[in-house]
């Protein structure tokens, strides 16, 4: 889907109301919404900064995949001040992150190209982040089995997210859309938080129960309890 074209400087002013998503995901509680009401109240800084500029959205995505891989670079430092700037670098990004979009709702230059690109980023910086993370740890503490565990870890956030867009596809809901940003906000917060006091062995451990606790209750309730009719075969 294409933008429509304007005429030079007929762009609208950037729009914090309209930069915002429609809806948050079902049965997520306010008070955790972290998100939606300072995320999002940073990232239209950057979003209307860029407004000013002529930054297209997908700069904005570009711009935070590369913030997010040198934060994952440090992790590989293995040491305390290495994990602080890499949960600086990281938060970072998710603010560029939720900026793209602020800024194709709020300038009308949505794409279904832009929102691919970034699921499609977003999904190779959990994967570079939390890989760097434990590694990181493991050369600051030495401790194989944890390490070992962490990958499991890390297998099990990525297998999660694998699941909630194959429920999606399944259930005929566009995925496109950001989906799932809210929660991805809340996580890369609490692994600043984590980096900052040096434990985290602490968020990896989260990481580890968190995601397979989740993978068995969508599969309980996606697939068992509300497991939708299937229309009968045709007759022969």
Same mark, same amino acid.
């Given at each position: ?8 400087? *007929? ?8 930069? #915002? ?6 049965? /997520? ?7 939606? $009401?300072?995320?999002? @109240?940073?990232?239209? =800084? ?8 002529? =930054? ?22 293995? &040491? ?13 990004? !998710?603010? /560029? %992150?939720?900026? *793209?979009?602020? #800024? ?6 949505? !794409?279904?190209? +832009?929102?691919?690109? %970034?699921?499609?980023? %977003?999904?190779?910086?959990? $994967? ?6 434990? !590694?990181? $740890?493991?050369?600051?503490?030495? @401790? ?8 499991? +870890?890390?297998?099990? $956030?990525?297998?999660? !997210?694998? #699941?909630?867009?194959?429920? @999606? ?28 006091? &040096? ?16 993978i068995i209750y969508r599969f309980i309730r996606f697939w068992v ?12």
């Open positions: 889907m294409r933008p429509m074209s304007k005429a030079p400087g *007929d762009t609208p002013e950037f729009d914090f109301q309209r930069s #915002l998503k429609s809806s948050s995901p079902r049965g /997520l509680l306010r008070f955790v919404q972290f998100d939606r $009401y300072v995320n999002r @109240r940073l990232a239209a =800084l950057i979003a209307r900064a860029a407004s000013r500029t002529g =930054l297209r959205p997908n700069h904005l995505t570009v711009a935070a995949f590369a913030v997010s891989v040198a934060g994952a670079l440090f992790y590989l430092r293995g &040491d305390h001040a290495g994990f602080i700037v890499a949960g600086l670098l990281i938060y970072l990004s !998710t603010i /560029l %992150d939720g900026a *793209d979009g602020m #800024l194709a709702r709020s300038k009308n230059l949505c !794409t279904r190209f +832009g929102a691919y690109l %970034d699921l499609y980023l %977003d999904r190779i910086t959990d $994967y570079l982040v939390m890989g760097a993370m434990a !590694t990181g $740890y493991y050369l600051q503490s030495g @401790r194989h089995v944890f390490y070992i565990l962490s990958l499991f +870890g890390l297998g099990a $956030y990525m297998l999660q !997210t694998l #699941l909630y867009y194959l429920e @999606r596809e399944f259930r005929r809901i566009q995925t496109g859309s950001g989906a799932s940003g809210e929660f991805r906000g809340l996580v890369y917060l609490g692994i600043l938080v984590f980096s900052l006091i &040096d434990r985290l062995d602490l968020v990896i451990i989260i990481l580890l129960c968190v995601p397979v606790l989740n309890i509300e497991r939708p009719e299937e229309a009968p075969p045709p007759s022969p």
